[in-house]
Each structure stands twice: as C-alpha cells, then as structure tokens.
C-alpha cells in the first residue's frame, strides 16, 4: 500500500501533536516509548506513553476496513519512512533519550519498533541480516575449499 497525500499529512500532524505535548526543554520527561495503537477496522491511530496515557488520536482514512492480511508490515513500512523523513522534530521532543516509538495491535502486542531516538544509536528499518547465514556459510565453504 502506498499512502496517499492525505495520509501523509494525518500522520505528520499526529507526531506534531506529539511533539507539542513534549516540547524541548531543559527538563526531558522519563519516558522510554511512544506506543502507537493502530486499529486495522476502523483506521484509528492512538498514541499512548508508559503509564497507557494517551498523548494524542487520529483516524487515517485511508486505514478504514483495510483487510489486508499483511496490513501492520505495510503500515510499519509508512510509519517508519514518515518519522525517519520527520526525524528533526521526533529527535527534538522533551524525552529523556533514548526513547522509541512502538507499533501495536489492537490487542496491544507489539508488532515493531518503528524508530528510536538517541544521539548516539540509529535504528533502520527492515532485516538487516536478511541473508547473513548464506553469507557466512557461502564464507565458510570457500573458506575450506582453499585450505584443502
């Protein structure tokens, strides 16, 4: 799925939302994550802090009714794309760092972690090993093809 314009801008203004609860300031709040709640039905995005308070709430057209069997690895993909691009305002909230934005269900089981902010740490998205083993095995058969 590919967003549309409208779901770009609806997913901007939720992490400005954020932002202006958690303003920069000398003082960070003590959070670790941000949970984003995104319900397949009825295209609700909710994002919650540690104690489950809710910061803020959108609903992304787009999202309604999607029945899409892969619906949370194509909206992972968004998210992750969307804060990477607004990543001069996501490093910028009052948070204590390193802080994370969390996907969830609508069961609240953790589907991925979508970005985390830290100055020293950077998270990309997507299996960065995908193909490791191979690599190592393809390594290691040549490896002893010319010790023999």
Known sequence: MKPTEQTTQQIERFINKIAQKFPENEDPSLLTDIHIIVSQDSGEMLAFDDDDVEITRCVVEQWIDNKDDDFYDQITNILRSILHYNSKIVDKFGILKPYSFVLENDDN???A?????DDET?????DLME??????????????????
Do not use: H, T
């Open 109 to 111: 089981e953790n589907i």
């Open 113 to 117: 972690e979508l970005y985390l902010a």
């Open 122 to 126: 950077v998270i990309l998205g997507g």
């Open 131 to 148: 193909g490791l083993n191979q690599d190592l095995d393809d390594f290691l058969d040549n490896l002893i093809k010319e010790s023999n």
